[in-house]
């Protein structure tokens, strides 16, 4: 079989494990993993009625992907598999962008931002940039911007002024953030702190689904310049934590926050309707329809690469936004392969398909 060429944008999904609180309130886990590459959404209702055996397999929704990892997955092993490939090319001159999508609660914040003690992917991407690049030929500089109501605000600047900040173009660099806090990160655990603090300043606003939904989209841009003989290597990757993509419609949110909801949306939209238009070739491309895609515009398309990694929660509660999530992830997936003129079917995985599932038949049936 031919080798596949390497693709623009790459379709990842990470389903997080139930959490300890899940667990006591019988929630259970709908979402199964296989083969680092399919995913199995089992019917939430006949699941909860134990009686899996007999319940109708045509509600059982199965993808696949370009990756997919269950709830045993670290983040270390997610980023290895997913980001760190696109340092090489930041490395040597290129844009990259990645980024996480999916509902509130589904593992967003912990992918791109984590914690101390379990950094994210934006934390272990600078550290790669960091061994990678020769310190002394390299200039790291990172910004942290907040994409809230298609406003911008600094997530880097410890002065908590309400002042927007302009998105302006440079035809030379791109589109850049004028007055912006640039940290020039001669260390690792500098981009730690501008990451813990400055996700610590996040508009964040109680809704009637979650009390910490957060409505913005995170961004934080690394840019790497090394010199080369006598000229500088320019790269920028880009990680953005996107705001959760539930319908606005299903928080009961009302004026203000429905407003929100709408400008998220805008942005989210936008988003999407400039990877399909990148994906099939289209010579129009909608950036200028949100703040986000201007941001990005020279991060996504033409020699960058992309990464998309679709959050899911396992919990049968959350059914509807998984289902959604899967579709948004499968369809980014499925423009590229019919613009390549590659088909990609999961035939070749039936047999170890089959196997699983009727492991999973027995799991269930013994419960
Ligand atoms: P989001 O940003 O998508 O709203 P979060 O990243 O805040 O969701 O995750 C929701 C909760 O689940 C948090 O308490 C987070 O620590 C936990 N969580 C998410 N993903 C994982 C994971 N892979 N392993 C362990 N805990 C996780
Ligand atoms: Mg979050």
């Known amino acids: 079989m031919e080798e596949e060429a390497p693709s623009r944008i790459s379709v990842a999904v990470r389903c997080r494990p139930l959490s300890e609180n899940e ?7 709908i979402c199964r993993v296989m083969d680092r590459r399919l995913v199995i959404l089992l019917d939430p209702g006949a699941s909860a009625a134990n009686d899996y055996l007999r319940q109708d397999k045509s509600k059982e929704k199965r993808f696949a992907f370009d990756q997919a990892f269950g709830s045993d997955v670290d983040t270390q092993t997610l980023f290895q598999a997913t980001a760190e490939p696109l340092i090489k090319s930041v490395l040597q001159g290129y844009n990259a962008t990645v980024f996480a999508y999916g509902s509130t609660g589904a593992g967003k914040t912990f992918t791109m931002i984590g914690t101390p003690s379990e950094p994210g992917i934006m934390f272990r991407s600078v550290e790669e940039i960091f061994r990678g690049g020769d310190i002394l030929s390299c200039s790291v500089s990172c910004s942290f911007v907040e994409v809230y109501n298609e406003n911008l605000r600094d997530l880097g600047s410890s002065d908590i002024r309400e002042g927007m900040l302009d998105l302006r173009e440079d035809p030379v660099t791109g589109s850049y953030v004028a007055g912006i806090t640039e940290i020039q990160a001669e260390s690792v655990q500098e981009v730690m702190d501008l990451l813990q603090h400055g996700n610590g300043r996040r508009t964040t606003e109680p809704t009637a689904m979650n009390v910490t939904s957060s409505r913005s989209h995170a961004v934080l841009q690394v840019r790497v310049e090394r010199r080369q003989g006598s000229g500088t290597l320019m790269g920028k990757l880009s990680m953005i934590d996107l ?7 299903e928080t009961k949110n009302s ?15 936008a988003l999407g309707n400039c990877i399909n238009a990148l994906a099939s070739g289209s010579h129009f491309v909608p950036y200028r329809d949100s703040k986000l895609t201007r941001l990005l515009k020279d991060s996504l398309g033409g020699n960058c690469r992309t990464v998309m990694v679709a959050n899911v929660s396992p919990s049968h509660l959350s059914y509807e936004d998984t289902l959604n999530t899967l579709k948004y992830a499968n369809r980014a997936k499925n423009i590229r392969v019919r613009a390549k003129q590659i088909l990609v079917t999961p035939d070749e995985h039936v047999s ?12 269930v049936s013994l419960l």
């Open 255 to 269: 004026g203000v926050r429905l407003l929100e909801g709408a400008n998220i949306n805008r942005s989210l939209l």
């Open 23 to 29: 667990r006591s309130n019988m929630v259970h886990s």
């Open 243 to 249: 705001a959760g993509s539930e319908r606005a419609s």
């Open 352 to 363: 170890e398909y089959e196997h699983a599932i009727s492991d999973l038949r027995n799991e």
